[in-house]
């Protein structure tokens, strides 16, 4: 027996919540189902295995610390789901493939390479971050004032669902 399997129910759980979860943030799972399924399974493994959900299509060191920002949703989600209207694993896509306007494609892997990750870390760490030391900009929803700090805004408000155009730029 296979001490990473998962159980169907689960599985089926967790599809099930995780399609409200999106679809209220302004976010949707990918429409094809078992490939989604699957997708899911991976993170149920990964998390049995390290104790949180790093993405299952990507290499995971099994220290959370270093896998911060792939864990699910990861860093990357959003600035792929702009650009090319999937996340890396295609987990997450746009309304665009939902409504079969655009398909998935395998796209670039943003995520930088783990020298240039510890970098970043180490100099992250030396430095006392204030409002002139941001490392992205933070844009405020104009309808309900949800701040979020990323390079582009979102295209959805995850509080009251305005469209990224309502979003402005608050702080760089």
Known sequence: MNENKIPKEQVDNLY????????????????????????LDGLLVNEKRYGYWACPCRLASGEKDK???????????????????????????????VDGE????????????????????????????????????????KVCGYLCGRDEPPGVCPICKAKKERFEKFLE
């Open 67 to 97: 896998d911060l920002d792939i864990i699910c949703p990861c860093d990357y989600r959003d600035p792929d789901l702009n650009d090319y209207d999937t996340c890396y694993c295609a987990l997450y896509v746009s309304q665009a493939v």
């Open 16 to 39: 099930e919540k995780l399609d409200k979860e999106a679809e209220s943030a302004g976010y949707h799972l990918n429409p094809e189902e078992e490939f989604t399924r699957d997708l």
């Open 102 to 141: 655009k398909e998935v494609k395998k796209i670039p892997e943003r995520r930088p390479p783990k020298e240039e990750r510890e970098k970043m870390k180490k100099e992250s760490g030396n430095k006392t971050v204030g409002i002139s030391k941001l490392s992205k900009p933070v844009w405020r929803c």
